[in-house]
C-alpha cells in the first residue's frame, strides 16, 4: 500500500465576515504550517495586543452548544470552528495555522463553500512527511437524547452516514451516506448552509446566539415553509449540513479517520461524545500510515508570510 503525504497550503490567503452567533466581524489569514503540526488557530487582537496559540484538538473543545467552540485555560477561545475545519478536512489540507483576530470563526453563506474556495484560490502542496491516520479497530457507540453516533471499523477510508429527523415536515427524516474525499465533499457537503427555526429566534438571541443570523448565511424554516427566497441548494440539504458539521467535528481527532461515522439525529454534542468514547477505550483504535489517495504538487510556493509568535507553526519542509 503506497502511503499518503501530509500537505499544508501554497501560500496564504485571507477571508472575513462576521460570526453567526456573536455578530462580530473576524479577519482570517489561511498560513502555510510544518509537517506534523495540525491546524492550529492562532488568536490575535486579545487585551493588551496578546496572542495565544490554540490547537484543534478535542482536549480542547469547551462548548458544542449550536457551535463548536475551542479554548484554552486562560479563557482564550474561538468559536464557530467547525465550517472551516470541515473545509480542510474534507479538501485533506494537514496543516494550517489559522489567524483571526475575533472571537468567532465568520459563517460566510452558512456553508463551507467560501472557506473551500478560499483554499482552491492557493493549493494545496504535498510535504515530506507521512500522513497519520486513526483507524477504528472495533465499534464504539455513544446515545443521547434518543440519537446516537458509532465509530465503526473499515479497512480503508471514512465513511460518513448521517441520519436526521424532524418533526417540521419542511425538513422530514433524511439520510445521506458518502465516503470522504475531496471531490465528494465539494460536490456533496460544501454548500450545505445552516439552518434554523424562526420560533427559537427569540430564545436564542436571550441566550447570545444567533445574533449574525440572516437569510444570506442560514436557511431559515417557520413551521412548513422554507422562508429563504432562493430556496434551497439541495433537496435535503439539511441532514448535508449535519453531515458537513460531523465532519469538522471529527477532525478534532487529531488524524483523519479510517473507518466508519454512523449517527442518528447527530448534533455537535453527540459528534464530541463519540470522540471521547472512542479515546477512552485505547483497544478501539489504532495509527498507521493513511493509504495514498491522489497525488499533489510537491512544493511551497513563495511569499507565505506568518506572524512571528507563531513562526514553528510554517517552517518549510
Known sequence: MKAAYQTTLRRRVSIGGVGVHSAAPAQLVLHPAGPDTGVTFLRTGLPDGREQLLKARRSNVTHTALC??????SGTSVSTVEHLLAALSGLQVDNVLVEIDGPETPIMDGSAADFVA???RVGVVQQARTRRALKILKPVRVE????????????RGF????????????????????NLEPAAFRREIARARTFGFVSDVKRLWQAGYALGSSLENSVAIDKDEILNPEGLRYADEFVRHKALDAVGDLSLAGAPIVGVYRTYRPGHKLNALALEALFADRSAY????AAAARPFVKG????????AAAAAFAAAD
Open 300 to 307: 511551497f510556493g513563495a511569499g507565505a508570510h506568518v506572524p
Open 159 to 178: 465513511r460518513l452516514d448521517v441520519e436526521i429527523d424532524f418533526a417540521s415536515p419542511a425538513i422530514g427524516r433524511q439520510r445521506l451516506a458518502f
Open 118 to 120: 478560499a483554499i482552491d
Open 286 to 289: 489504532t495509527y498507521s500510515d
Open 144 to 155: 443521547r437524547d434518543g440519537g446516537f453516533a458509532e465509530l465503526l471499523p473499515a479497512e
Open 68 to 73: 463548536t467552540i475551542i479554548g484554552d485555560a
